[in-house]
């Protein structure tokens, strides 16, 4: 079993900067990709942005420059530092995590909201 707990979303002016926080915690042996997602009412859930255990980063398109994802090992716990937000970042943000406990599993976070107001 595994929890994922996040924090760091709220309401902010457009151009602002927020700080998503995702920690794992539980059945644990290593952590493969780490990453955030985003939902907006009556859209498919999307990548923003995700981390590997080697370091490799992918974003998408529309947070390139602005967003950063990174991630403490030891903490098990991923980052995502938002800057220059916009009000189309406005979403439900999901942390996802792959752990590896023998095999590998994959987990989502709860959710936390992102308001961007313009």
């Known amino acids: 079993q595994v929890q994922l707990v996040e924090s760091g979303g709220g309401l902010v002016q457009a151009g602002g900067s927020l700080r998503l926080t995702c920690t794992a915690s539980?059945?644990?042996?290593?952590?493969?990709?780490m990453g955030w997602y985003r939902q907006v009412p009556g859209k498919q859930r999307e990548l923003v942005a995700a981390?590997?255990?080697?370091?490799?980063?992918n974003y998408a398109d529309s947070v390139l420059g602005r967003f950063t994802i990174s991630r403490d090992n030891a903490k098990n716990t991923v980052y995502l530092q938002m800057n220059s937000l916009k009000p189309e970042d406005t979403a439900v943000y999901y942390c996802?995590?792959?752990?590896?406990?023998?095999?590998?599993?994959?987990?989502w976070g709860q959710g936390t909201q992102v308001t961007v107001s313009s």
């Open positions: 996802n995590v792959k752990v590896v406990y023998w095999s590998e599993y994959n987990y």
């Open positions: 539980g059945s644990i042996l290593s952590i493969n990709a």
């Open positions: 981390i590997t255990s080697g370091g490799s980063i």
